[in-house]
């Protein structure tokens, strides 16, 4: 059995230097809660404890740009002063509703929405949706309306977020 001194054992000075260095500058997952603002090009979200930090996709499935107004819950990892998103989740539409979030499909003449935040499918309802949603078929959207009956949603607004992440 090698012997090891205690000061290779617990990494010695470049270890404690290199983890100061990461503590300091970033690298750290990080997840907050707050409202998505976009201003002179720059996206901010603007916590819920009243700082703001500056947000930045590390996905191209992480539509940040389209998420203007929304109440949203951002997970990543801080790195020189910005967090970089991986995951996001919609917990507000902005109007203090909670939105329906999912991949949009058609089944015969109907819209279907499998919701993330419930995992329920609802059959969406409302003649004048169906023209505008038909162009969107298979990307995630999200959903601000109200439950008309069992597992069908009559849509008030409605936003396409884009194509669904890759496996």
């Known amino acids: 059995m090698p012997i090891v001194s205690p000061r290779l054992a617990l990494g010695g000075p470049r270890v ?3 983890m100061l260095l990461m503590a300091t500058l970033g690298c750290v997952p990080s997840a907050h809660n707050g409202v998505v603002r976009i201003s002179d090009g720059a996206i901010t979200l603007v916590r819920t404890d009243g700082p703001t930090v500056r947000l930045v996709a590390a996905n ?3 539509p ?31 109007d203090g509703s909670t939105p329906f979030v999912g991949v949009l499909t058609r089944v015969g003449l109907q819209w279907e ?11 969406l309802v409302g003649t004048s949706v169906a023209p ?9 959207i999200v959903i601000s309306g109200y ?3 069992h597992h069908e949603i009559n849509v008030v607004r409605w936003r396409a ?3 669904p992440p890759g496996p």
């Open 132 to 140: 505008a949603l038909a162009g969107h078929q298979g990307e995630v």
């Open 161 to 163: 977020l884009g194509p």
């Open 16 to 18: 404690a230097l290199l």
């Open 147 to 149: 439950v008309a009956g």
């Open 64 to 94: 940040l740009e389209k998420l203007e107004g929304y109440v949203v819950k951002v997970d990543g990892e801080r790195r020189f002063g910005r967090l970089r998103v991986q995951e996001y989740a919609i917990l507000d539409a902005g």
């Open 60 to 62: 191209p499935a992480v």
């Open 113 to 123: 929405l499998r919701d993330q935040n419930s995992g329920s499918t609802y059959r």
